[in-house]
């Protein structure tokens, strides 16, 4: 079955630093794949979105990856802020109208 | 202008009730997704609708039945209400460009947290 996880549930790292998050998926041919950041209370806002021909995605501290041969999309946040802190999830579509999402990274940043 | 409302956004309701969720958006989007996520933060896609029409419906109990009166209105309605039901529900919705779909972001509402006491 399909089948998506997130490197691991929560991540603590100190602000400035680059904060990087891994999406993984098995059983799966996506062709994008979405990240999105959720709020406690608050529904998920979308980030950025790639295209399975694409390597990399940018959008001002924002850096996303996707590797179809290692099944595998980074996400990273450069200069990270605490206000950063949040849970991040990738979601993944076959051009579908179905979206799945992974289990989701809680990434803290600490002043 | 809140894009994607959901009401009520907190339901408490004791097992065997009915109970109804209402989702609007004013994005103009022709799709619209109900999502499932439970207490360990899983979101999960229950149905999708195009154009109200349904498209997805995935293995959702047959106690829950969408209904879209029109392209910016996705209704939730749930019946006989189990323990199982608590979580928090997510509308969302997005465009889909003619011949594709996938590659448009989806907007979501904020949620409503389903208690079942």
């Known amino acids: 079955s399909q089948k998506i996880e997130q490197n691991s549930e929560a991540l603590n790292i100190q602000e400035g630093k680059t904060a990087t998050l891994t999406c993984n998926y098995t059983n799966y041919s996506p062709a994008y794949l979405q990240w999105y950041r959720q709020d406690p209370g608050r529904g998920p806002v979308f980030l950025l979105l790639i295209r399975e021909n694409e390597k990399e995605k940018r959008k001002e501290r924002l850096k996303v990856t996707f590797d179809t041969t290692l099944k595998q999309s980074l996400f990273h946040i450069t200069a990270s802020q605490p206000a950063d802190s949040a849970t991040y999830l990738c979601?993944?579509?076959?051009?579908?109208?179905?979206?799945?999402f992974g289990t989701g990274t809680r990434l803290k940043v600490l002043a | 202008d809140t894009a994607v409302s959901q009401t009520p956004k907190y339901l408490v309701t004791q097992m065997g009730n009915d109970k109804s969720i209402k989702c609007e958006q004013n994005?103009?989007?022709?799709?619209m997704y109900w999502y499932k996520q439970d207490s360990k933060k899983f979101l999960k896609i229950m149905f999708s609708y195009n154009n109200k029409e349904l498209i997805i419906n995935e293995t959702v109990p047959n106690r829950f039945s969408p209904k879209s009166p029109d392209k910016a209105h996705l209704n939730l309605h749930i019946n006989s209400l189990e323990l199982g039901d608590s979580a928090v529900y997510f509308c969302a919705s997005s465009q889909t460009s003619p011949g594709q779909t996938g590659n448009q972001p989806q907007h979501f509402g904020d949620g409503t947290r389903l208690s079942i006491l």
């Open positions: 979601a993944l579509t076959s051009g579908t109208y179905k979206y799945i």
């Open positions: 994005l103009g989007h022709d799709t």
